[in-house]
């Protein structure tokens, strides 16, 4: 079989991008129902791409810093379930294991919506029943600042989580949401990994050994989500898979994947493009060119069912651990 029968034919796992900011009201607006020319995904190019389940996070931007981040994410919140609605036969809602365990290869792309940074829940434990009942599934407790939970790797600081992030990582293990390690400061990290019953992932993060920058996992952090049943996914963001982004390449970002199977193993390595979010690598440049991972992959000599664990195995395995039943 030859990489792109091989991709076409696996269960393929984005575990993020930015699209939903671009889908808002205003100027440059993109409808996600059809090939935009400009950005890095939408219906179109996910299916072009051969992904079956792609995490969508609500990243409330600037607004966060403004008076009501939880609008700014509700907006976001918005444009999924509306692109879900006016496309039910291309794009479904993934809100349990048994909605996750039903995605076919030929159906409707599943998406887990997520926030990234828990600014919109406003330290009240309230907001989040009410964005689990909106569909969240998948929750990265910071951005690169400090909130009512933690703080994220730019703050610089020794805290860990708070009382009101230590609550959200037992209630969020309670209620079925995937808990997010991308952005969180080392100790909030350690903290997570500490607290939490269920796997939990890094969901658009690389190798510090390779590429050392505070976004990026140390190779003891790497084995601490290994210990806990986890995934890391992999991502096309230039400066996280080179200290000089301008040779950042393909070839460059499996290193990564090889490095992370070599210290976590292959249980634990999945992929997270952060399209929309970030300016990736040039062979990677829109969901199209998903493809050429498998074809990467192959090159590298790993076998196609290590391929379709790092595709969609991994990330699929653990998500069935976490979400509600049904
Ligand atoms: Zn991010």
Not at 46 to 75: D, H, M, W, Y
Not at 234 to 259: G, Q
């Amino acid at each position: 079989m030859t990489a792109s029968s091989l991709h076409q034919h696996s269960f393929v796992f984005d575990a993020h991008c930015d699209t939903l900011g671009a889908a808002l009201p205003g100027p440059g607006q993109r409808d996600l129902r059809h090939r935009g020319s400009k950005g890095h995904l939408d219906v179109p190019r996910l299916q072009a791409g051969g992904i079956n389940c792609q995490i969508f996070a609500a990243f409330p931007g600037k607004a966060r810093l403004q008076a009501s981040p939880t609008a700014a994410v509700l907006e976001r919140v918005h444009v999924l379930h509306d692109l879900i609605a006016l496309a039910p036969e291309d794009i479904c809602l993934i809100q349990t294991a048994a909605d996750l365990a039903a995605l076919r290869c030929d159906g409707p792309i599943g998406a887990i919506l997520s926030l990234e940074g828990v600014e919109a829940l406003v330290g009240r434990m309230s907001l989040l029943h009410i964005f689990h009942r909106l569909g969240v599934r998948n929750i990265g407790l910071t951005w690169n600042h400090r909130n009512a939970a933690a703080d994220g790797v730019q703050v610089g600081s020794q805290a860990g989580l708070t009382a009101f992030g230590r609550e959200l990582v037992a209630t969020c293990n309670q209620i079925g949401i995937m808990l997010d390690l991308s952005h969180l400061n080392p100790a909030g990290v350690a903290d997570v990994l500490a607290l939490s019953h269920k796997p939990v992932i890094a969901s658009h993060s690389n190798a510090d050994a390779l590429c050392p920058h505070p976004r990026n996992l140390t190779d003891d952090q790497l084995r601490g989500v290994a210990a806990n049943g986890g995934v890391v996914g992999v991502t096309f963001v230039r400066e996280f898979i080179s200290p000089d982004p301008a040779a950042a390449t393909l070839e460059r970002m499996i290193d990564h994947i090889d490095h992370i199977v070599q210290v976590a193993g292959i249980d634990h390595v999945g992929i997270g493009s952060d399209f929309d979010g970030c300016n990736p690598i040039p062979e990677l440049s829109n969901g199209e060119h998903y493809p050429r991972i498998s074809e990467g992959l192959s090159r590298r000599g790993y076998t196609p069912a290590h391929i379709q664990q790092i595709l969609g195995e991994n990330f699929r395995r653990v998500f069935l651990q976490t979400l509600p039943t049904t």
